[in-house]
């Protein structure tokens, strides 16, 4: 049986089947698991037969460890909580409300992995939500049942992708690029818990990230970066001796990606199996096929600037699509507009305001 993955009817998560998690994961099945991860942020495993080793070697391949700041872990096994409810308790659970695992940390955990041992029939459940497009998709939703309800319109689809609601958090960063050729830089982001991990800038000045979470991955990416005797130096065996040399380590890792170029990284990477992916600046999202043929780039023309391009209105809906109508209007120019038709001030009472420095 080989590898299937099966996307939820919402288009958010997917279950996963043609794996067992009993057996050791190849390097070449993680890097697809991780693929589909990033694709769909949730994966289910059903029918899964595993002990608390099985657990810890899956989560190995996966990423490396997280901290755990308040919940006591089990005594044998240091990164696994066991969450346990009694039929007679009756005070809610911790962690029983929608939150998100650990995001105080100035290090979050990238994933939680869960392990259903007994689930009883009613309840028990674990319910996901991408944040950020769950609130673009309830206003968009608002607007539609406006429409409907209120305008007397149809009924209507709404296409939201998922990255679309985080591009548009980027705010001014199109119109800064576009008219100032102004690229906002990043700085590169260590893991407390594993190295090499981390955002690298390549001779061509652009950014990769990644992320090494096995020690065969580990030694592969030393191998390539800083030759055999790198991978073998005794300091860069364990998680815990690369941090406490991750100057070192970070060191080998970036001197040689910034003596190549990107696409060079990508194809050495993808050669010795190792996860890695281009950090997009806002110039390199001008050029990206997806964001052109979606047009989530506009252009608009503005009274001071001319033409301008800027984030489109996200999410798409079928009947009333969004409408980015100016940039923003210069100073004062809907003055008599609010001042006179909604405030009901005269013409005389807004030359006065105007004399005196008000508006």
């Known amino acids: 049986m080989s590898l299937k993955v099966t996307p939820r009817e919402n288009n958010f998560g997917a279950e996963i089947t043609g794996i067992k998690l009993c057996e050791p994961l190849e390097v070449s099945l993680a890097k697809k698991l ?190 390539l970066c800083g030759g055999e005797d790198v991978a073998n130096d005794p300091r860069f065996q364990t998680p815990a001796g690369r941090v406490e040399f991750i100057d070192e380590v970070d060191g080998v890792v970036a001197n040689w990606i910034s003596q190549h170029n990107l696409n060079d990284v990508l194809e050495k990477f993808e050669e010795v199996e190792a996860a890695v992916g281009p950090v997009y600046n806002i110039a390199q999202i001008f050029e990206d096929p997806q964001y052109i043929a979606r047009n989530d780039i506009i252009d608009l023309n503005d009274e001071d600037l001319g033409k301008i391009k800027m984030t489109a209105g996200f999410p798409f809906m079928s009947e009333t699509p969004p409408e980015i109508r100016h940039a923003g209007p210069s100073k004062g120019k809907h003055n008599e507009e609010i001042y006179c038709k909604e405030l009901k001030l005269g013409v005389e009472d807004l030359d006065l305001l105007k004399e005196k420095g008000v508006i």
């Open 34 to 223: 991780k693929e589909a991860w990033y694709e769909h942020q949730v994966l289910y495993f059903p029918d899964q037969n595993i002990d608390h080793n099985h657990l810890e070697s899956f989560t190995e391949a996966i990423g490396p460890y997280g901290i755990e700041p308040y919940v006591k872990t089990l005594d044998d096994h240091p990164h696994i909580i066991e969450v346990r409810r009694d039929p007679h308790e009756k005070i809610a659970p911790f962690g029983g409300s929608w939150h998100s695992d650990w995001s105080f940390q100035e290090t979050p955990p990238s994933a939680t992995i869960l392990h259903s041992k007994v689930i009883p029939p009613l309840g028990g459940d674990t319910w996901y939500a991408d944040g950020i497009a769950a609130s673009y998709g309830t206003f968009a939703t608002m607007f539609a049942l406006y429409y409907r309800d209120v305008q007397g319109g149809d009924g209507q689809f709404i296409d939201l992708s998922i990255y679309e609601p985080i591009f548009q958090l980027l705010g001014p960063q199109p119109m800064a690029y576009d008219q100032l050729g102004i690229i906002q830089e990043r700085m590169g982001n260590r893991s407390l818990n594993n190295a090499p991990r981390n955002t690298y800038q390549t001779l061509d000045k652009h950014w990769v990230a990644i992320s090494t979470n096995s020690p065969s991955i580990v030694k592969r990416v030393l191998t």
